[in-house]
């Protein structure tokens, strides 16, 4: 009896997106290690924060695929690219990544919705919401780099944001979430 319940075209889309999320994995890694070379350690954890979230996306895929009976393909991942040339240009790259991140997860929406698989479609709402999340955040990030002095901050400023940085929560506040109240 066949249990397979993706399309050829859904299973590769989704093992697709899940060597991605596994490539953003190494990207954070990539930066956390060299945020932490530099002596940025509350940048470093952040960043070695969210690559762990990234390969916990890795796995919601993976399970997803196994659960509508389809087949996991394990992909070869790129290499994660240049160092970042100082923290600006390490948040401007994180951005970057989330962006095109966020394509490929509204790809896999328009596939679903239009081959009508209405639990892919379901499952990847959770990922819409987690993109507007990563996005968020990193363009708040950027906010603070910009305030610091950006590509010129200084090393009190580059301090600052690094201490805080260590406590910063990996969430960021949605305007879906926004109320009067609670701004």
């Given at each position: 009896m066949e249990?397979?319940?993706?399309?050829?075209?859904?299973a590769q889309a989704l093992n697709e997106q899940m060597t991605n999320e596994a490539h953003n994995a190494q990207i954070y890694l990539a930066y956390?290690?060299?945020?932490?070379?530099?002596?940025?350690?509350?940048?470093s954890n952040f960043l070695f924060r969210h690559a762990n979230e990234e390969r916990n996306h890795m796995m919601k895929f993976l399970e997803y695929i196994l659960k509508r009976g389809g087949k996991v393909v394990v992909s070869a991942i790129p290499a994660p690219g240049e160092d970042?040339?100082?923290?600006?240009?390490?948040?401007?790259?994180?951005?970057?990544?989330?962006?095109?991140n966020t394509a490929k997860i509204y790809r896999i929406v328009d596939l679903s919705m239009a081959e009508k698989d209405?639990?892919?479609w379901n499952f990847m709402q959770w990922f819409v919401k987690e993109q507007t999340e990563e996005e968020t955040l990193a363009l708040d990030l950027l906010s603070k780099i910009k305030v610091a002095g950006g590509a010129n901050a200084k090393d009190d400023a580059l301090y600052a944001l690094d201490n805080d940085l260590k406590n910063t929560p990996d969430d960021a506040t949605l305007a879906q979430d926004v109320t009067v109240e609670n701004p």
């Open positions: 249990t397979n319940r993706l399309s050829p075209t859904i956390a290690s060299w945020a932490a070379d530099k002596g940025y350690d509350g940048i970042p040339i100082n923290v600006n240009d390490c948040f401007e790259k994180v951005f970057k990544s989330e962006i095109e209405w639990a892919t």
